[in-house]
């Protein structure tokens, strides 16, 4: 897992990038995460979701 953050709120992202990375989690692990609904880290889950599933598939949930 690696992870670069470009964005106006992105050090709200970083420190859940970096535990993971510090962890060594894999994508899997880190999606299984808790991940506070409508905020930016859920972006992180999403991210990390689609390197198992097809994003054309997913609901709008993603689960």
Request: aromatic content about 4%; proline content about 3%.
């Amino acid at each position: 897992i690696g992870g670069r953050v470009l964005a106006p709120e992105g050090a709200e992202l970083i420190m859940e990038i970096s535990l993971a990375i510090r962890h060594r989690m894999t994508s899997t692990e880190l999606a299984k995460m808790l991940h506070p609904y409508l905020t930016l880290a859920e972006a992180v889950k999403l991210a990390a979701i689609t390197f198992d599933k097809n994003v054309n598939q997913l609901s709008c949930c993603a689960t």
